[in-house]
């Protein structure tokens, strides 16, 4: 597992998803969600700064 993915940026989405990036690591937040069998993943959270 990649730093990227045990990294997740805190908001109050944070919350709702234990995975919230922002908009600026999208690329972060794919990787997270593409090996959601590892990472646990069911969904992501992209949210503007």
Known sequence: MT???KAFESCSARRAS???????????AYEVFAHGT??????????RE
């Open 18 to 28: 234990p995975h919230t990036f922002g908009l600026d690591r999208m690329e972060d």
């Open 3 to 5: 730093s990227a993915m």
């Open 38 to 47: 590892t990472t646990g993943a069911l969904k992501v959270v992209l949210y």
